[in-house]
């Protein structure tokens, strides 16, 4: 862990662990700089400051209790522009949950939109994709597994089995090395940025040619190449519409960090 003064969340998060600052090399180049900067020595780099992030998935409860408080956001009343037609399909009614949609499962069929309202009215914000990617490189016992085969594979098998018809509840794994829980075997995630990025037609190029990029805005770098199940996750996030929304694709939410100045905010 990196040594730091002492921190103050800007809005006090419940169910949160602060992640340390530190330096991720991508396997494409982010273009994000909401909360991480690249490192001009080498553009792969990407620097990232200290956050905090939700141990765990918004849950189907959690978000039933926003939309009860955030009527705009119910099934029947949010915004056709925001939503599309899949909208907490899986509840029973907007205002009740029913059996296949369980209070302690991952929310899913929300889109981005409705995803940044919630964290929002909690205080904080979706986690920028170079922020999330830095948690998910956590192993249960490494703060960077990502050269762990045995690791990669387990992932690389989840993302070739199909999403079960129930989903598992959230907790359901051991907390990685950072004490997040189901970054990766349970749902895919939002993240802030999530059309930043622009890949390759071919993942084994490195020269960025603009004849063979295509969704957002950076190339593929040079980075960690064996790490195939990162760029499939760069590639279906580029595929996403802010409005779309999966029985497998959930989201938590992060905020960042206010450093104190003399014991104050």
């Not at 792969?44 to 956050?51: C, K, T, W, Y």
């Not at 029913?98 to 964290?119: E, H, K, M, S």
């Not at 703060?143 to 598992?168: E, N």
Request: glycine residues 6%; positive net charge; hydrophobic residues 40%.
């Amino acid at each position: 862990m990196i040594a730091m003064c002492p921190l103050q969340a800007s809005a006090p998060l419940p169910r949160m662990v602060q992640i340390p600052a530190g330096v991720f090399k991508a396997s494409v180049n982010l273009s994000s700089e909401s909360a991480a900067s690249k490192d001009k020595k080498d553009a792969d780099e990407v620097r990232i400051s200290a956050f905090l992030i939700d141990r765990l998935p918004v849950t189907n409860a959690e978000f039933l209790l926003f939309v009860q408080k955030s009527p705009r956001w119910q099934r029947d009343r949010a915004p056709r522009l925001l939503v599309d037609s899949e909208y907490l399909v899986h509840w029973q009614t907007p205002m009740a949950l029913g059996a296949n949609a369980l209070a302690d499962q991952p929310v899913t069929n929300v889109g981005w939109f409705a995803a940044r309202a919630y964290c929002a009215a909690r205080g904080g914000r979706l986690p920028t994709e170079a922020e999330w990617e830095y948690v998910a490189s956590a192993s249960e016992t490494q703060a960077d597994a990502r050269q762990d085969d045995r690791w990669r594979k387990r992932i690389l098998d989840w993302y070739a089995t199909p999403t079960p018809k129930f989903l598992a509840k959230v907790g359901h794994s051991p907390p990685n090395f950072y004490g997040v829980f189901d970054l990766h075997g349970l749902t895919w995630e939002w993240v802030l940025d999530f059309s930043s990025t622009m890949m390759s037609g071919d993942s084994r190029d490195s020269g960025g040619s603009d004849r063979m990029l295509f969704c957002g805005a950076a190339a593929i770098g040079s980075g960690t190449k064996q790490d195939y199940a990162s760029f499939m996750r760069y590639a279906f996030r580029s595929s996403l519409q802010a409005r779309y929304s999966s029985r497998n694709l959930g989201f938590r939410c992060a905020a960042d960090l206010v450093p104190t100045v003399e014991g104050k905010p």
